[in-house]
T-cell receptor, first 111, second 114 residues
């Protein structure tokens, strides 16, 4: 079946560097995408979302890019901090409500 | 404004027992979603409920699993005759509306079946 997948399972960056986490999706019916951050022992926390009529959206230190042509989503984190260490999930909503999560990328920020 | 509440946070059951997981949505939210997360995997959608209605249970196993969201009180995810494969983290989320509305997640219930 169609699914959401991530290119890299782990990513290690130095504090202060920029981080880029990638995600591929295959459900062409999806028109809404979200990035979540999950710290150990906690529930997912919303970071940023983007609709299919946009190709870029910026938040505080985070930017999401959407390339519908190749069905690719990325999350950019500027000036990565130790508190950014977590697992990051992209999710799509082909049904409009049920979130379809990828497997996650573990981001480790080293001092 | 309290977030999504789930209890218990940790639940241990022996095979064959029943597990009841509770979720209280955020104030003002009438849409509840349950997800299951296996170790080192993403969350998998199980069921979507509104007050007194199951909207979509396509992600929930047909046997032993049931969910409800009564007019009063929390949403309940019930697992009968638990097996070891049911061990997972179960997350509840709530939203104000349905389509493309931000879902706020609770801290999860970690179920361990011995």
């Amino acid at each position: 079946g169609e699914s959401v997948g991530l290119h890299l399972p782990t990513l290690s960056v130095q504090e202060g560097d920029n981080s880029i986490i990638n995600c591929a999706y295959s459900n062409s019916a999806s028109d809404y995408f979200i990035w979540y951050k999950q710290e150990s022992g906690k529930g997912p926390q919303f970071i940023i979302d983007i609709r299919s009529n946009m190709d870029k959206r910026q938040g505080q230190r985070v930017t999401v890019l959407l390339n519908k042509t190749v069905k690719h989503l990325s999350l950019q984190i500027a000036a990565t901090q130790p508190g950014d260490s977590a697992v990051y999930f992209c999710a799509e909503t082909p049904s409009g409500y049920a979130l379809n999560f990828g497997k996650g990328t573990s981001l480790l920020v080293t001092p | 404004n309290a977030g999504v509440m789930q209890n218990p946070r940790h639940l241990v059951r022996r095979r064959g027992q029943e597990a009841r997981l509770r979720c209280s949505p955020m104030k003002g939210h009438s849409h509840v979603y349950w997800y299951r997360q296996l170790p080192e995997e993403g969350l998998k959608f199980m069921v979507y409920l509104q007050k007194e209605n199951i909207i979509d249970e396509s992600g929930m196993p047909k046997e032993r699993f049931s969910a409800e969201f009564p007019k009063e009180g929390p949403s309940i995810l019930r697992i009968q005759q638990v097996v070891r494969g049911d061990s997972a983290a179960y997350f509840c989320a709530s939203s104000r509306g349905n389509r493309d509305n931000e879902q706020f997640f609770g801290p999860g219930t970690r179920l361990t079946v011995l």
